[in-house]
């Protein structure tokens, strides 16, 4: 079974702090992707990943960066948190074409006080 | 971009009913998913199926490509079915990543 990992359950950080949301998959998948979940908006992209080094903005990256330094782990990082960013992470990875099985880690509930 | 929609947005229903949830999409796709969002979170896949029609134990999908709709069967429903489903879909032209509807919560009671 493919599994994604992702470092935290549950993250309280303080407004203004650097954070770092960890996620690695173990089966070598070319494609790793970022969303937010919130309620009544869905999950929506934030960040996706091709390849070592690549990176493509989603549909909301304002307030994110994101690093792929090693094919099998993506950060996604918050340069200043702000309560806005409070929210449910996951992370999904695929292998190569789009028409094949995106699978999604546990999530993070990021709460920013 | 494409539009995912998910209906009914909210489902309650006895123990041992039957149930249908609709997608519709906007623009012709080559990836379907359907997941199941348990209580802690967790994305499980149920089905991948960007056309045709599949069945795993009480949970069956059919997905219309041509018509730009996907349907999710649950029959004899248990409370461990309780969560919010998801369709999500990845464009056929263009887009990468999956897009989502914004989801059924099913609620199933003893």
């Known amino acids: 079974d493919v599994k994604v990992t992702q470092s935290s359950r549950y993250l309280v950080k303080r407004t203004g702090e650097k954070v770092f949301l960890e996620c690695v998959q173990d089966?070598?998948?070319?494609?790793m992707f970022w969303y937010r979940q919130d309620p009544g908006l869905g999950l929506r992209l934030i960040y996706f990943?091709?390849?070592?080094?690549?990176?493509e903005k989603g549909d909301i990256p304002e307030g994110y960066s994101v690093s792929r330094e090693k094919k099998e782990r993506f950060s996604l990082i918050l340069e200043s948190a702000s309560t806005n960013q409070t929210s449910m992470y996951l992370c999904?990875?695929?292998?190569?074409?789009?028409?094949?099985?995106?699978?999604f880690g546990a999530g993070t509930r990021l709460s920013v006080l | 971009g494409i539009q995912v929609e998910q209906s009914p947005p909210d489902l309650i229903l006895q123990e041992g009913a039957n149930s249908t949830l609709r997608c519709n999409f906007s623009?012709?796709?080559?990836?379907l998913q359907w997941f199941h969002q348990n209580p802690w979170g967790q994305l499980i896949n149920l089905f991948y199926?960007?056309?045709g029609t599949k069945q795993n134990g009480r949970l069956s999908a059919t997905t219309v490509a041509t018509e730009r709709y996907s349907l999710l069967y649950i029959s004899s429903s248990q409370t461990t079915d309780s969560g919010v489903y998801f369709c999500?879909?990845?464009?056929?032209?263009?887009?990468?990543?999956?897009?989502f509807g914004k989801g059924t919560t099913l609620s199933v009671s003893s």
């Open positions: 999904a990875s695929r292998q190569g074409a789009k028409w094949n099985i995106q699978y």
């Open positions: 089966m070598d998948h070319e494609n």
């Open positions: 990943s091709y390849d070592v080094k690549m990176k």
């Open positions: 623009d012709s796709v080559n990836n």
């Open positions: 199926i960007p056309s």
């Open positions: 999500a879909v990845v464009r056929n032209q263009a887009g990468t990543a999956l897009i």
